[in-house]
């Protein structure tokens, strides 16, 4: 469904991405681990079109894409819940939503896409009509990851879920994921959180500066005496 | 894009305390100046209060107008954190684009003719004004800011006053110094008494029209689709984009709206002013910038705060400060200086912080 290939990606002179190689299948939750600065964000934005590769190709469903501007890329059906959340925080928690779902014209459809996310996290049902600002740091992970659904993507990019929550809502949140894809939605999941992460994810790739150190199945790379020294925690 | 944008305030010049209290104490004498005069000059002339109140309404009709070009400014400000000193200009050749629609009705015959037909005419007029600065303006973003975008923002900044520059001197060598006369249909001249106060029908017309067009902005801004996309598109590009808005479009589309805004303004500052001519828009641009600024700019409701209050600042000062009419524009920019050193993110901006839960 998704083929990097080779790709370079650079912040003017640094050279970020190192020639990273990765595929998604249809139907995968894969998994993307690495320590702060190996490229895993950079990897993500190269893919969603905010940044772009200087050498090497991205496939989706086929169809190049690395060439294209971000927005058209959210078009064919790639979403993005990035680094920090990024929420509006001057928009209200439905304005969020509803530019979540910006490329669809499909009004009724779009009320049960909200639906939808409303049942899979009912804090943001109690907080429509507040500003995005407002929110908690975990109800804004929520919102971030309920408005990238909003787009009913068929690939969804997921940075950092669990960064900066308490464990219960760590745990919460991966439950919602493992729903969300098998409700038919093909992951890219970057994580620090390397245990989780691996733990429901199909197949991972372990990244350190900028080139892709490990591949395999989630149980594989989680078993790897590699990962569970830099990881783990031994 | 109810508030100032995020990293612009947040970067604060810091000044030596000392040259703080230097300024500081300069801005309160100026203060105390205007509290001297206004209790010297302006209370002991002993005005009626009708007198004060026709000078209220001229203040808010022109109010209005500078609210129309102020909001411009502060979308364009509240999107790409520049200042479009070439509006002033794009209101211009609205109002020269009204003047000619103006000529073309006069000669059809219509502003001449029943009510409704006048009334279709000058609607026709704003509207071709609008077109004119629409055009002016979707240019100027495409040829003058669009391809430095990402550039330091001085840059853009001094690529805008070059086309405030091309755009006065064009119009300029194309019609000339002389100014182009605003011919009043028969039926707008005049007005009428309420309370002891004249309101002149063409003022009235000019508030009416400006109050619904904010009306409409706001409207747009906060319950269409693009208008979310243009607050989103002012909080966070990047975001936008992951949200599938192109954000050039969106952009755009903020010209756009600001234009139109600036030439309805133009016309009516056509009539309003009686002329038209090469740099009629420098002053009054200035003036809205001000307004925006003393409003907070990238703040819409400060913008159109900012506007009324300073013009009924301006309307109403010459008399309260006993300063002849033709130096009225000082005020207009002894407001901002005051603005500038007492509270600089303006009266509804927010003392805005980078942080984010
Ligand atoms: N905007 C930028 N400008 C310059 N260099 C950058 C920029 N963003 C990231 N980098 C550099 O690129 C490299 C990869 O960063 P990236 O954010 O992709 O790492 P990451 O794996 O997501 O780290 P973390 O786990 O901390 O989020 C780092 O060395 C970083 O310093
Ligand atoms: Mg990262």
């Given at each position: 469904m998704l083929v990097l290939d080779q790709i370079h990606t650079y912040y003017d002179r640094?050279?970020?991405?190192?020639?990273?190689?990765?595929?998604?299948?249809?139907?995968?939750?894969?998994?993307?681990?690495?320590?702060?600065?190996?490229?895993?964000?950079t990897t993500l934005r190269t893919i969603s079109g905010l940044l772009h590769p200087r050498m090497g190709s991205i496939y989706f469903e086929g169809q190049p894409i690395d060439h294209l501007p971000a927005h058209e890329i959210t078009r064919l059906g790639i979403s993005q819940s990035p680094e920090g959340r990024k929420i509006f925080a001057r928009l209200t928690v439905r304005e969020n939503l509803e530019l979540g779902a910006f490329t669809r014209t499909d009004r009724a459809a779009i009320r049960e896409d909200m639906e939808r996310v409303m049942e899979l996290f009912p804090r943001l049902r109690e907080r429509l009509n507040q500003r995005g600002g407002t929110l908690s740091g975990g109800e804004?992970?929520?919102?971030?990851?309920?408005?990238?659904?909003?787009?009913?993507?068929?690939?969804?990019?997921?940075?950092?879920?669990?960064?900066?929550?308490?464990?219960?809502?760590?745990?919460?949140?991966?439950r919602i994921i493992r729903n969300i894809n098998e409700q038919g939605t093909t992951i890219l999941l970057v994580e620090q959180n390397a245990h989780v992460a691996l733990s429901i994810a199909h197949r991972a790739y372990v990244m350190e500066t900028g080139v892709i150190v490990l591949e395999g199945p989630a149980a594989q790379v989680l078993a790897s005496p590699q990962v569970r020294e830099a990881y783990l925690g031994g | 894009m109810a508030v100032t944008t995020y990293s612009s305030t947040s970067v604060r010049f810091r000044q030596k305390t000392t040259t703080?209290?230097?300024?500081?104490?300069?801005?309160?004498?100026?203060?105390?100046?205007?509290?001297?005069?206004?209790?010297?000059?302006?209370l002991a002339e002993g005005y009626p209060a009708t007198f004060w109140m026709s000078q209220?309404?001229?203040?808010?009709?022109?109010?209005?107008?500078?609210?129309?070009?102020?909001?411009?400014?502060?979308?364009?400000?509240?999107?790409?954190?520049?200042?479009?000193?070439a509006h002033g200009d794009v209101m211009m050749i609205g109002g020269f684009t009204g003047f000619f629609a103006l000529q073309f009705f006069m000669a059809l015959g219509w502003l001449q003719g029943p009510a409704a037909l006048v009334a279709l005419a000058l609607i026709l007029i704003v509207a071709a004004g609008m077109f004119g600065s629409v055009l002016t303006g979707v240019t100027l973003e495409r040829v003058a800011y669009r391809p430095l975008r990402g550039a330091p923002r001085l840059v853009p900044l001094i690529s805008a006053i070059g086309a405030?520059?091309?755009?006065?001197?064009?119009?300029?060598?194309?019609?000339?110094?002389?100014?182009?006369?605003?011919?009043?249909?028969?039926?707008?001249?005049?007005?009428?008494?309420?309370?002891?106060?004249?309101?002149?029908?063409?003022g009235l017309i000019i508030f009416v029209t400006s109050l619904f067009l904010m009306l409409m902005l706001y409207l747009i801004v906060q319950r269409t689709k693009l208008g979310r996309a243009m607050r989103a598109v002012a909080e966070d590009k990047g975001t936008a984009a992951l949200m599938g808005i192109d954000v050039d479009r969106v952009i755009v589309f903020t010209f756009i709206l600001g234009s139109a805004l600036a030439g309805a303004a133009g016309v009516m500052l056509g009539f309003h002013n009686t002329v038209v001519k090469f740099n009629s828009g420098f002053i009054p641009g200035l003036k809205a910038f001000t307004a925006a600024v003393l409003g907070g700019i990238g703040n819409i409701?400060?913008?159109?705060?900012?506007?009324?209050?300073?013009?009924?600042?301006?309307?109403?000062?010459?008399?309260?400060?006993?300063?002849?009419?033709?130096?009225?524009?000082?005020?207009?920019?002894?407001?901002l200086v005051l603005i500038l050193i007492f509270r600089p993110s303006g009266l509804l901006g927010e003392v805005v912080s980078e942080k984010r839960a």
């Open positions: 640094i050279h970020a991405l190192k020639g990273v190689s990765l595929t998604v299948d249809k139907g995968e939750i894969v998994t993307l681990i690495g320590s702060n600065g190996a490229g895993k964000t804004q992970q929520m919102l971030a990851i309920g408005r990238a659904l909003m787009s009913r993507p068929r690939l969804l990019l997921l940075d950092e879920p669990s960064m900066g929550l308490a464990p219960l809502l760590v745990d919460q949140i991966f | 703080r209290w230097l300024v500081r104490g300069l801005g309160v004498l100026i203060l105390a100046l205007v509290a001297w005069r206004v209790v010297t000059v302006g209220l309404i001229n203040g808010l009709v022109l109010g209005g107008v500078y609210a129309l070009v102020a909001l411009g400014y502060t979308l364009v400000y509240g999107i790409l954190l520049m200042i479009n000193f405030s520059l091309f755009l006065q001197y064009s119009v300029l060598l194309i019609f000339g110094v002389s100014p182009r006369v605003y011919q009043k249909p028969a039926l707008i001249e005049g007005g009428f008494r309420a309370g002891g106060v004249f309101v002149p029908y063409t409701p400060g913008a159109m705060v900012g506007a009324l209050l300073l013009g009924v600042i301006e309307a109403i000062g010459p008399s309260a400060l006993g300063i002849p009419t033709e130096y009225k524009d000082i005020i207009a920019f002894t407001v």
